[in-house]
């Protein structure tokens, strides 16, 4: 089962950042909502990512994972 990639309404990133106990997270999100991890170093927590709270990793934009668009590839 294919699952896409939701990205940046502003800029088409397929990565996001948020904190999570003080440290930086980079993840995917899924157009199921399930968040991807792909932070180095493996103690990163998707558990804990808000999806009504995060940042673009390439733009300023920030917001709710609803904002974001199906990935054009
Ligand atoms: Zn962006």
């Avoid at 896409?4 to 157009?31: N, R």
């Amino acid at each position: 089962m294919e699952s896409e990639l939701l990205a940046c309404p502003e800029c088409g990133s397929e990565i996001f950042t948020t904190m999570v106990a003080e440290q930086k997270i980079d993840f995917h999100v899924s157009t199921h909502y399930l968040t991807l991890v792909t932070s180095k170093g493996g103690s990163s927590d998707a558990r804990h990512i808000h999806l009504n709270n995060i940042h673009c990793g390439l733009c300023p934009w920030s917001g709710n994972a609803r904002d974001l668009v199906i990935s054009g590839n």
